[in-house]
């Protein structure tokens, strides 16, 4: 059984690839945006980036939500941006079954992306402050990079080629 988190910064695919990955392999989707808290929300809304204080509540809520899922036995797709190296930490909370799916785009296309999104909170002014938070997940770190410019059908199946079959 593995919980997969679809991570990156705003505009590279999380919530779409995530949905895709969710349908294709019949589990819930837990969408880390549904679980800021309202002042995370404003903050971000307002231009004003996240700091760790901020991120913490709402990475301990879907860890929480991750753990509920291991105790049902059923295996969830997470979209997280999951930034740093100790947020990752954070969600997989000393569990070996949380495999990450890194988002991989240049400031370029992540920034085309974010332009042509409609309704979403994160404004376009935050991808800097994201980019310089980002930490690329290490070879040690259980997760495969795949640039954006994939199909997202290409990006769900090489990640079920990676995690799914677990």
Known sequence: MMMIIIMGVSGSGKSTVGAILADALKRPLIEGDSLHPPANIEKMSKGIPL??????PWLKAIAARIDDAR???QPVIVACSALKRSYRGILQDGHDDVGFVYLKGTKEQL?????????HFMPPQLLDSQLATLQ???????A????????????VRMTVEKFGAR
Not at 144 to 155: F, S
């Open 144 to 155: 495969i990079a795949i640039a954006i410019d994939a199909t997202a059908d290409d990006i």
């Open 51 to 56: 700091n760790d204080d901020d991120r913490l």
């Open 71 to 73: 105790r049902a036995g």
């Open 136 to 142: 690329e997940p290490g070879p040690d770190e259980p």
């Open 111 to 119: 920034a085309a992306r974010m332009a042509t999104r409609k309704g």
